[in-house]
């Protein structure tokens, strides 16, 4: 018996090197063409502008007080909106306005950035995005954000508008402090910095060539001299007085660069949507993790302990009885670790990653007002739950 569908289907063909790297080509062509076109007319990210209902919100004060304080003249002024009435603020200009009017205690003197790592295994977990608005949202707290991308992925490179393999070479990552000999590798990754498009956060890009990285450690980790784990952790020692805080994006697993920012890190931070399959991820996340921290502790002598760790609950479906299950296994699970915000599952959210962006690059959108407003105040409370725990956790003990 014949089946004509299946017969009018094209022959399967084999697919070579060069068939490969024809693919590779094409595919980023297309990527580097649909950047440009979101991005359009500019061929870089720009950051939104705010009203001065906005300034008022992020600085605490009644929203009257901005025209008289704007016109004081010890604060940026703004300037009017295309219908010449409402006054709007740059990114650089609200960050002004908050570090002078918002009531957040600043970084004590003598203390030296937070780091955080952003953990999952799987992929898909929101890891990126929670990353890099976390990042955002603290730069809207006065804060000066580094991230460090350790994805050979590149995605959260990808968000401030760089493409990873076009644009980002293996001398602009954390590759070349790996490179043995290590007598002679970079002992310090601020020549990697780079300033973004969002004022207040650089960032330390990755590329495909930084799963390098991932072939010269486990050769360091074989010289029972070189404290292979504790690479990175030193090269980002001299960034530590730069920044306020320090946010590593890892790759969706445990791997050799993984754990070199969990050992740099204060903190640990694991975004979760309570997905059964997420859930099991995390709990094999959690068990590598003890597994490898305890041999290093009775191979190398080597412990490590954090200030704080958080599991955020991340695309929360509310409706959703599966999902209302499994959120219901991670509080259990994770207990006094697992933050009381939410974050829920958005179209505004999907409009911000097709736009390669994120909550707070929206400018205006184009739906609900309400839907918007919902995951923003969302991210809003999860920055200043983070904060919190920076301050009290970090900048309080040093």
């Excluded at 306020?244 to 993984?258: G, H």
Aim: net charge neutral.
């Amino acid at each position: 018996m014949s089946i004509p569908f299946l017969q009018s289907q094209p022959q399967p063909q084999r697919f070579s090197l060069a068939d490969l790297v024809e693919l590779a080509d094409r595919a980023n062509a297309t990527l580097d063409g649909l950047r440009e076109k979101m991005l359009e007319p500019h061929p870089r990210k720009r950051p939104p502008v705010y009203t001065g209902a906005q300034v008022a919100a992020l600085c605490g004060i009644d929203p009257k007080q901005i025209t008289y304080l704007a016109k004081r003249g010890d604060l940026p002024s703004g300037s009017h909106g295309g219908n010449g009435k409402r006054r709007e603020f740059s990114l650089v200009d609200t960050r002004i306005w908050v570090r002078r009017l918002a009531k957040i205690p600043p970084r004590p003197e003598h203390a030296r950035a937070a780091t955080i790592a952003v953990v999952n295994f799987k992929g898909g977990s929101t890891k990126t995005t929670t990353a890099f608005n976390l990042a955002q949202g603290l730069t809207l707290r006065g804060r000066r954000v580094l991230i460090v991308d350790l994805d050979p992925q590149g995605s959260a490179t990808t968000l401030t508008g760089l493409l990873p393999a076009a644009e980002i070479m293996e001398e602009h990552t954390v590759a070349p402090i790996t490179y043995p000999p290590l007598s002679e590798a970079p002992k310090d990754v601020r020549y990697a910095v780079q300033e973004t498009y969002w004022d207040g956060l650089d960032i330390i890009p990755a590329a495909p060539h930084l799963f390098n990285a991932e072939i010269f450690l486990p050769i360091h980790s074989r010289d029972p001299d070189i404290a292979w784990w504790n690479i990175l952790n030193q090269a980002i020692d001299p960034l530590r007085d730069d920044y306020d805080v320090i946010i590593f994006d890892t790759a969706p697993a445990l791997s050799y660069l993984a754990v070199n920012a969990v050992i740099a890190s204060d903190g640990l931070l694991m975004p979760l949507p309570p997905d059964n399959l997420d859930y099991a991820s995390s709990v094999a996340f959690w068990n590598l993790l003890s597994e490898t921290l305890g041999a290093l502790k009775n191979s190398r002598g080597f412990e490590k302990d954090f200030a704080f760790m958080r599991v955020l609950l991340s695309r929360v479906e509310t409706k959703s009885i599966a999902s209302s299950v499994v959120k219901d296994w991670i509080i259990r699970t994770y207990g006094q670790y697992v933050l009381t915000v939410e974050i829920p599952k958005s179209q505004a959210a999907s409009v911000g990653a097709v736009q390669f962006g994120t909550i707070y690059d929206i400018a205006k959108y184009d739906g609900a007002a309400a839907t918007y407003q919902k995951i923003r105040d969302a991210y809003d409370t999860f920055v200043e739950m983070i904060d919190q725990s920076v301050v009290a956790t970090v900048w309080k003990g040093n």
